[in-house]
């Protein structure tokens, strides 16, 4: 699990995608979120504006990451 820092109350997931370097691209992140292939805390989340704070977990292609 790789612990990611952010310095804002929240990120968005489908920014937070872009960030880490999973998704290439905004589109890429929306497709990966609606197909089901992103869990937040451990549930699907479909929802690209979900907003993710610290003390969340994304996972996603078997990578997994906490936000601190």
């Known amino acids: 699990m790789e612990k990611i820092q952010i310095s804002t109350e929240y990120i968005k997931l ?6 880490v370097g999973i998704a290439d691209t ?3 992140a929306k497709d990966m979120i ?3 292939e ?3 805390n451990g549930e699907i989340e479909e929802r690209r504006g979900k907003k993710i704070y610290p003390g969340d977990t994304v996972e996603a292609f078997g990578q997994k990451f906490i936000v601190e």
């Open 14 to 19: 489908d920014q937070f995608l872009k960030w």
């Open 26 to 28: 905004g589109s890429l």
């Open 34 to 36: 609606l197909s089901g």
């Open 38 to 40: 992103v869990l937040v």
